[in-house]
């Protein structure tokens, strides 16, 4: 019992044994589950998917935590576009200037540091402490800097634009859906590629595409050995240009 005590304190509380009008045994759920916090932690994470055929496989030493938000935890659309990028390779890489948007842990630029790109990883400041110290493990910092970027505000000095804009689970919050596009077309011109990939959650996304549509065009990822499995999660991958 101590040590389901100190798995969930709250147990006790969840559950109350009774007996119901049968006789029988009940259970009354008293207090919700509680979802486990991430405090601080290391995983590692390996792409493309085991079986695909590629001769090379990446390890991602990556610091998870929750304590500045959720943009400190790897979510499932940024192992979507880390997988891509793995499958895509050194060639497609190597030599590129690539910004990543809404980084988090910085998991995507990273992988695309592992290939070969000049990368720059970018979130709000709360952000930052964790992308310095994943750049750290991966022993990334001749290939992975990091900037502080706020979606909407003037881009800071020094940024340039970009051979490749990636953007992986940056539709969720929808206030910040114009701030997005606005950063978007300051970043982009007519020969920049942008790979986005996105978890569809709610009906009020299609605003964002909305907003995008005025000056982009977009188009799935249809080259993507794993894209029936990650489509069940309600995951897409699109190539994103300006029109």
Excluded at 97 to 120: M, N, R, Y
Excluded at 138 to 165: M, R, T, Y
Excluded at 207 to 231: A, G, V
Aim: charge should be negative; include cysteine; glycine fraction near 8%.
């Amino acid at each position: 019992d101590e040590a389901l005590d100190a798995l969930d304190p709250l147990r006790h509380l969840r559950r109350d044994e009774g007996l119901g009008d049968g006789g029988d045994s009940q259970s009354i759920i008293i207090v919700p589950a509680q979802p486990r916090s991430t405090y601080n932690e290391l995983i590692q994470l390996s792409f493309p998917d085991p079986g695909c055929g590629c001769p090379t496989a990446i390890h991602v030493v990556l610091k998870v935590d929750a304590s500045p938000g959720c943009g400190g935890l790897a979510w499932p659309a940024g192992e979507v576009l880390a997988n891509y990028l793995a499958r895509r390779g050194e060639r497609y890489c190597t030599g590129k200037t690539i910004l990543e948007l809404g980084s988090g842990t910085g998991l995507v630029g990273l992988v695309a540091g592992k290939l070969g790109a000049d990368v720059l990883i970018t979130d709000q400041a709360p952000l930052l402490d964790i992308m310095h110290a994943n750049v750290k493990l991966n022993q990334l910092e001749s290939f992975v800097n990091v900037s502080e970027l706020n979606w909407g505000e003037a881009l800071p000095p020094g940024i340039s634009q970009p051979d490749l804009i990636l953007a992986a689970d940056c539709v969720y919050f929808e206030p910040a859906f114009p701030l997005l596009v606005k950063t978007l077309s300051g970043l982009a011109t007519e020969q920049t590629e942008i790979l986005f990939c996105y978890k569809k959650r709610r009906k009020a996304d299609k605003r964002f595409f909305t907003l995008l549509k005025k000056e982009f065009d977009w188009k799935e990822i249809e080259d993507d050995p794993s894209r029936e499995r990650y489509s069940r999660e309600a995951i897409s991958l699109l190539m994103v240009h300006r029109k």
